[in-house]
């Protein structure tokens, strides 16, 4: 059984990173696509963006400057960071695995999601 | 961005009811729909991908239709563990867009 645990601060102050790591169990990293979703209140589910096991990555436009994403398979985690955030960007930021299977992707084995606040 | 629009917003039903969500994409998504349930304080679960195809282990009485801008997700007799929110996603192109969420209760 797959398990993904995303971890980082709780807190982070306007204008600084948000860092997150997402780290896998029952399962390797390799030779899948990994993501980052998150929710709040005003926007609903937001799909932040997808990295392959390879490192190559597609990020949604409206976060792209602000944005990145990496993986570590020795580890079997990847990770985001978020730069200089606002308040907009307070949300529950949920991990998963993206499945490619006949044409179609989707996330089969998502994260239990962690809050992250942003404040001075 | 592709616009996925849910309706209803929030529907009230009892168990046993049959219950049917639909989606609207902004435009044409050939099949790339998924179908999402959501309890709270959990993650989301997929139920359907590929607009119809059932992701394994969810009961058969989820289904899921559609096909080009117009999708169905239909709960054939809701249980008392369905009442939840469900969420419709496009992965036709990026960035992956989300419905806004219908949510099923009592």
């Known amino acids: 059984q797959v398990e993904l645990q995303e971890s980082g601060p709780g807190l982070v102050k306007p204008s600084e990173t948000l860092s997150l790591t997402c780290s896998v169990s029952g399962g390797s990293i390799s030779n899948y696509y990994w993501s980052w979703t998150r929710q709040s209140a005003g926007k609903g589910l937001e799909w932040i963006g997808r990295?392959?096991?390879?490192?190559?990555?597609n990020i949604n436009p409206s976060l792209k400057s602000r944005v990145t994403m990496s993986v570590d398979t020795s580890n079997n985690q990847f990770s985001l960071e978020l730069s200089f955030v606002t308040a907009a960007d307070t949300a529950v930021y949920y991990c998963?695995?993206?499945?490619?299977?006949?044409?179609?992707?989707?996330?089969?084995?998502w994260g239990q999601g962690t809050l992250v606040t942003v404040s001075s | 961005d592709i616009q996925m629009t849910q309706s209803p917003s929030s529907l009230s039903a009892s168990v046993g009811d049959r219950v049917t969500i639909t989606c609207r994409a902004s435009q044409s998504i050939s099949s790339s729909l998924n179908w999402y349930q959501q309890i709270p304080g959990k993650a989301p679960k997929v139920l359907i991908y590929g607009a119809s195809s059932l992701q394994s282990g969810v009961p058969s009485r989820f289904s899921g239709s559609g096909s080009g801008t117009d999708f169905t997700l239909t709960i054939s007799s809701l249980q008392p563990e369905d009442f939840a929110t469900y969420y419709c996603?496009?992965?036709?192109?990026?960035?992956?867009?989300f419905g806004r969420g219908t949510k099923v209760d009592i």
């Open positions: 990295i392959y096991s390879s490192g190559s990555s």
């Open positions: 998963a695995r993206v499945y490619y299977y006949d044409r179609w992707y989707y996330a089969d084995y």
């Open positions: 996603q496009q992965t036709y192109s990026n960035p992956w867009t």
